[in-house]
């Protein structure tokens, strides 16, 4: 987990609000990636970003969003469009893309475990 | 279509014997093959990665992975299991369709080790 950090670890969310995890890393990293995990369905990826000021979606972007103002800051809003936001959410970060496939082991932060209540 | 399989749901071994964890892959151009281990409530950790050249793979904690081309497998092993290495195992390849350099996940294997 060293070099990323994800806040809070648990969070607790009323039906209807918009809440954001928080994912940093101090490894100079230049893509980082949300992933979602559910039991038995393995990661899924939410949103993913090569650069700063740059992202994608990845499978399950609907009803989520992200921004990427600084390198190393990857924040994810889960909306109130996400119909079933329980699950931990994982926050992965790797080296520049374009360059050798080396470089892009994904780094994971320890998780936030999201609740509806 | 790009894709990974690891066959089994949960593996049981005995402390002290040697274990396997199975991955398959099927993706276009060359693979490039990673584990990972995972805690109850922990993030994912990285244990080893295939990109080329020796096709035995030797990683964190003792473990290792062979991978072998004409089975499109890269199975995870571990000569002597530790109570320890009780924990959730994925697999992935590296998605080299396009640009976009995502990475393919399995759905993950539980391994426990009894004493």
């Known amino acids: 987990d060293g070099g990323i950090t994800q806040s809070p670890k648990y969070l607790f969310r009323k039906e209807g609000q918009n809440v954001t995890l928080s994912c940093e890393q101090n490894l100079n990293h230049d893509a980082m990636y949300w992933y979602r995990q559910d039991p038995g369905q393995g990661l899924r990826l939410i949103y993913y970003?090569?650069?700063?000021?740059?992202?994608q979606k990845g499978d399950i972007a609907e009803g989520y969003s992200v921004s990427r103002e600084k390198k190393e800051s990857f924040p994810l809003t889960v909306t109130s469009a996400q119909k079933n936001p329980t699950a931990f959410y994982l926050c992965a970060s790797s080296g520049f893309l374009g360059a050798t496939p080396s470089t892009d082991t994904q780094y994971f932060g320890p998780g936030t475990r999201l609740t509806v209540l | 279509a790009q894709s990974v399989a690891q066959p089994e749901d949960q593996v049981n071994v005995a402390e002290g014997n040697p274990l396997t964890v199975k991955c398959t892959y099927s993706?276009?151009?060359?693979?490039?093959l990673f584990w990972y281990v995972q805690y109850p409530n922990r993030g994912l950790q990285f244990l080893l990665k295939?990109?080329?050249?020796d096709n035995l793979v030797k990683g964190s904690y003792g473990f290792e992975a062979e991978f072998n081309k004409s089975q499109t497998s890269f199975h995870l092993k571990k000569p002597s299991a530790l109570v320890s290495d009780s924990a959730l195992y994925f697999c992935a390849v590296r998605d080299n369709a396009g640009n976009n350099r995502k990475l393919i996940w399995g759905l993950g294997t539980s391994l426990a080790v009894n004493p």
């Open positions: 970003s090569q650069i700063v000021n740059d992202f």
């Open positions: 993706v276009s151009g060359n693979p490039y």
């Open positions: 295939y990109i080329t050249g």
